[in-house]
C-alpha cells in the first residue's frame, strides 16, 4: 500500500531519534513524552509545485509544527500528512 496526499500535503514518515543526556545516558522511548516533530518527506503532493519551485523534496528530512497534520499508520509505518506551509525547515 502507498501514501498519495493531495493538494499541498506532504507525507512524512515520522523518524524516532534516538535521545542522550549529555553524559551519555540513553533516554528509552517509554520515557518520552512527545511524538517526534521530524521526519523523512515519502511523498509530495501535486500542489507543492503549482507557482514555484518546490524547497522540499522527497528524502528530505524536515521539522514541522508541534500540532500540524494528520497522523495515519499505513503496513505498519507511522506518517504524518501536514500542509506544506507547516513544514518549518529542513534538516542537512
Not at 46 to 75: H, L
Amino acid at each position: 500500500m502507498s501514501v498519495k496526499p493531495l493538494g499541498d500535503r506532504v507525507a512524512v514518515k515520522l523518524v524516532e531519534r534516538e535521545e542522550k543526556t549529555e553524559g551519555g545516558i540513553v533516554i528509552p522511548d517509554t520515557a518520552k513524552k512527545e511524538k517526534p516533530q521530524t521526519g523523512e518527506v515519502f511523498e509530495v503532493g501535486r500542489g507543492c509545485y503549482e507557482d514555484e519551485e518546490p524547497e522540499i523534496a522527497k528524502g528530505d528530512m524536515v521539522v514541522f509544527d508541534k500540532f500540524a497534520g494528520t497522523e495515519v499508520t499505513v503496513d505498519g509505518t507511522e506518517f504524518k500528512i501536514v500542509n506544506v506551509e507547516d513544514i518549518v525547515a529542513v534538516i542537512g
